[in-house]
């Protein structure tokens, strides 16, 4: 069954601190590898995409790495700030089928205190 | 930032009643998606078009429809809604993959709060 695991569930941080998120896929086949951050009640704001072949990408002070041996991939998030307070969604798409299906993860919470 | 826009908001209704829930996006984006999101869960597609004239079901049952009339527009529709039916929608466009690559960019909206009393 493709599935795709997130954790932790929450995490609180202090404002400055670094985190990181993890997220575990059993997608086959696999296509990409999507982080996505959704502030509470707005929609999902893409972050990265990574492909088979690329094992990390940065967007500021996200950057994602991921292992497609393992089938795992994290999102690390350096100094952090009050605005970084948000759902983190990691998202994996297959390859081989027309419509490019998305697999969804319940996503980390993510609470930055000052 | 994605010019992809819902309203309402924000709906509270009664038990069967009918409501669309509006979506439009200006980037000429071919494909549309709707998804729908309860509290702590992950997204899932309702349904999702690939151009004018062309609807499709999700992977989740739902007794919504949509149409797709214009290019822009996406709107879904409950005709008797129920208390089951409360959850957060979303609609979501991007462009068509072109050849050789699948690493399409969706767009979210801010979505639809729908409480159904």
């Known amino acids: 069954k493709n599935q795709v695991e997130q954790s932790p569930q929450s995490l609180i941080i202090l404002e400055g601190k670094n985190c990181t998120l993890q997220?575990?896929?059993?997608?086959?086949?696999?296509?990409?590898l999507r982080w996505y951050k959704q502030d509470t009640g707005r929609g999902p704001v893409s972050l990265t995409i990574?492909?088979?072949?690329?094992n990390t990408k940065s967007n500021g002070r996200y950057t994602a790495t991921l292992d497609a041996d393992t089938k795992q991939s994290s999102l690390h998030i350096t100094a952090s700030q009050l605005s970084d307070s948000a759902s983190y969604i990691c998202?994996?798409?297959?390859?081989?089928?027309?419509?490019?299906?998305?697999?969804f993860g319940r996503g980390t919470q993510l609470t930055v205190w000052p | 930032e994605a010019d992809i826009y819902q309203t309402p908001r924000y709906l509270v209704i009664g038990t069967g009643k009918k409501i669309t829930l509006e979506c439009s996006q200006t980037?000429?984006?071919?494909?549309m998606y709707w998804y729908q999101q309860d509290p702590g869960m992950e997204l899932h597609l309702i349904h999702y078009?690939?151009?004018?004239?062309?609807?499709e079901k999700g992977d989740l049952s739902s007794e919504s429809t949509v149409s797709r009339i214009r290019t822009e527009h996406f709107p879904l529709t409950l005709e008797s809604a129920r208390p089951s039916h409360t959850s957060q929608y979303l609609c979501?466009?991007?462009?068509?993959?072109?050849?050789?690559?699948?690493?399409?960019?969706?767009?979210f909206g801010s979505g639809t709060q729908l409480s159904v009393l």
């Open positions: 997220c575990n896929y059993t997608v086959s086949p696999f296509s990409n």
């Open positions: 078009s690939y151009g004018v004239n062309s609807t």
């Open positions: 980037m000429g984006h071919d494909k």
């Open positions: 990574m492909t088979f072949s690329e």
């Open positions: 998202v994996v798409s297959d390859r081989g089928s027309t419509l490019g299906r998305l697999y």
């Open positions: 979501a466009s991007s462009v068509a993959p072109g050849q050789g690559t699948t690493n399409e960019k969706l767009f």
